[in-house]
């Protein structure tokens, strides 16, 4: 398995955490109504988050003890 395509995995993961983390702080000040909106946003980047937590597990179930470690030490 190719190290780098893990760790673009890794750094779209990130990167909906970082969506969510923002959209809930955007939430926070907004009237209900405009929140109940905004919720189905958050579902999809759940979603998401989700899909690439499922990627990661699957990559390293595929991984070769000799890969983990290489990839451990990049990260």
Do not use: C, N
Request: proline share 3%.
């Amino acid at each position: 398995m190719e190290t780098r395509r893990i760790l673009e995995t890794i750094d779209e993961r990130r990167r909906w955490v970082a969506r969510r983390v923002q959209m809930v702080k955007e939430m926070k000040g907004l009237p209900v109504r405009d929140r109940t909106l905004r919720k189905a946003e958050l579902g999809k980047i759940e979603q998401q988050i989700a899909y690439y937590d499922s990627l990661l597990r699957d990559m390293k179930r595929e991984l070769r003890p000799s890969d983990r470690s290489s990839i451990l030490s990049k990260g």
